[in-house]
């Protein structure tokens, strides 16, 4: 039955072909010369690290593995594919389509083979990524009526095929095998990520039929697997359909490398927690590594009472869990800003501490941060900068010297800070602040102030930059300039005069080469400069 269908279904394919009037002397192959298995291996690898043109040389490979019919290479091939990464799949499906093209000799011996039933199961796989829709519904044909493990990802690919009829025949041979866990399990990865393709949310949906209903043995190794995408998508759906007990929900909440799995494990955590009134099992989430985690668990306990956690939670360094303490502290009738008095005299306060004080503070209490300013942590001195902001207390003259402090993230606060007194701070200061010696955050930070400072300012250190060593530093100036002239420039009725504008001049002639002729003359038109002499 299968034989005889395939032969109709090639019959169709070369009856194309004669209507195309392809040429009977057809050209040579363009395939490599009997490949070994450790340029298989390589080849594979170099695909699972996203190195797009390394599929095409895969897909070459694995033809010509094929057509050499070296049993031992064939089979070791095939479990080869078994353990690629799902992306090994998808982009070879992809680039076999272009290789075959390339391939004609043997892509005519190949479909022999495949109307006479002698295609190995790698031969029916990759007849299964013919650009041919005929040839790959005959391969489909095939692989439903194949044991070997090998026909089921390209079963799930052609699950997906473009073309109806090819998919129709995959669907059905697949959707059997998904009851069993193991090829469940096989094809869960690579189902997930077709599901991002047009008729591919078919499979996907399958795959999570199989995580709400399926056995609770296959649930279980989905939830360990190694792929990020197969593990949420099985937490989530088994959240969804209330297959996961507390342990499990506890246990990926603290332990999954997955964001998003962790912060819904943690919250479903939270609420069955709740519901049971075992909430002394939520206590492990308050160490996670994840804000949003332990956050929950502070909320949880203190709406129970318990608001210790709250306390030892203030100086977190996340605004997320402090904010949830400080709430807690709060609704106990405590005043948070009590606590952070006491904190941030101690010895060597955290940086959490100082930033809970500028959230939480008074402006009497601005005198309690400028010691840390010298903070021997980074994130201490950030945070008692920004604290002095929040506070209203940030000095300028104080603040300045600290825009050459060797954190970036320091240097960020610090701009910040300063930006309502740009206009006053010293201009020589910036400028020597700005020079190619320095280090780039401390450039960055300069070149924002005197970007605030005003229009013409912040023009003629544009065009000083846009020759600068730093790609960086010239990209920032030459997107500035370009914003200027579209959304400002045309609102400008001031023009610059006298030093100003010779200074202007000078640099848009020295910026000719690097801007281009149009928008310097476009730039000396907005800021009414004369035009160079032509004579």
């Known amino acids: 039955m299968t034989r005889g269908l395939v032969r109709k279904l090639l019959l169709r394919h070369r009856a194309r072909a004669d209507v195309r009037r392809v040429p009977a002397h057809l050209r040579d192959d363009r395939l490599p010369v009997r490949p070994t298995a450790q340029q298989l291996r390589d080849a594979t690898a170099a695909v699972e690290s996203r190195h797009h043109r390394s599929a095409d040389e895969l897909a070459a490979l694995l033809l010509a593995a094929d057509r050499d019919g070296d049993p031992g290479l064939v089979a ?50 990759l007849a299964a990524f013919h650009p041919d829709g005929h040839v790959r519904e005959a391969a489909v044909a095939q692989l439903a009526e194949l044991a070997d493990t090998l026909a089921v990802p390209a079963l799930a690919l052609r699950a997906c095929d473009w073309v109806p009829q090819v998919r129709d025949r995959a669907r059905p041979a697949l959707e059997h095998r998904l009851a069993e866990p193991s090829t469940a399990m096989l094809v869960a990865a690579l189902a997930l990520a077709l599901g991002e393709r047009r008729e591919g949310r078919w499979l996907a949906g399958r795959i999570e039929t199989v995580f709400r209903e399926g056995p609770a043995e296959l649930l279980s190794a989905a939830l360990a ?90 100086a977190d360094l996340s605004p997320t869990v402090r904010a949830v303490a400080q709430a807690a502290l709060r609704h106990a009738g405590s005043d948070p800003a009590e606590q952070y008095r006491r904190l941030v005299t101690t010895s060597l306060p955290e940086p959490g501490a100082i930033a809970g004080l500028g959230e939480t503070g008074t402006a009497d209490d601005a005198g309690l941060i400028p010691s840390w300013l010298d903070h021997p942590q980074p994130r201490g001195r950030a945070a008692a900068v920004r604290a002095l902001r929040r506070l209203g207390a940030a000095d300028p003259d104080t603040l ?19 930006r309502p007194w740009a206009s006053r701070l010293d201009l020589a200061r910036l400028r020597e602040l700005l020079t190619a010696s320095n280090p780039h955050h401390i450039r960055t930070a300069a070149y924002r102030l005197l970007h605030e400072r005003d229009t013409w300012t912040r023009l003629l250190i544009d065009l000083e930059l846009v020759t600068d060593p730093s790609p960086s530093m010239r990209g920032r100036a030459r997107s500035d300039i370009a914003v200027w002239l579209t959304r400002e420039a045309a609102t400008m009725y001031a023009m610059p005069q006298g030093p100003t504008a010779d200074a202007l001049t000078r640099h848009l002639d020295n910026a000719q080469d690097a801007l281009g002729p149009d928008q310097v003359r476009l730039l000396r038109f907005h800021l009414g400069l004369k035009l160079p002499s032509t004579a």
Do not use: N, Y
């Not at 479990?79 to 680039?95: E, F, I, S, T």
């Not at 697997?225 to 342990?247: C, E, F, Q, S």
């Not at 002394?280 to 009472?305: F, M």
């Open 76 to 125: 070791g091939t095939g479990q080869l594919l078994l353990r690629a990464h799902p992306r090994v799949w998808l982009m070879l499906d992809v680039a076999a389509r272009r290789v075959w093209w390339r391939a004609p000799r043997w892509s005519a011996v190949a479909v022999r083979r495949l109307s006479l039933g002698e295609s190995s199961p790698l031969g029916l796989t």
């Open 225 to 314: 697997v190694p792929d990020r995408r197969t593990r949420r998508t099985a937490h989530l759906t088994a959240l969804g359909a209330g297959r996961l007990d507390l342990a499990q929900m506890l246990h990926a909440a603290e332990h999954d490398d997955d964001l998003p799995t962790r912060v819904r494990c943690a919250e479903a955590a939270v609420k069955t927690a709740a519901a049971a009134k075992t909430f002394g099992l939520v206590r492990p989430l308050l160490s996670s590594g994840t804000a949003v985690v332990r956050a929950e668990a502070v909320q949880l306990l203190a709406r129970e009472g318990d608001i210790t956690p709250a306390v030892a939670a203030l």
């Open 400 to 418: 300045s010297a600290m825009l050459s402090d060797p954190s970036g993230a320091v240097t960020r606060q610090v701009t910040i800070a300063l």
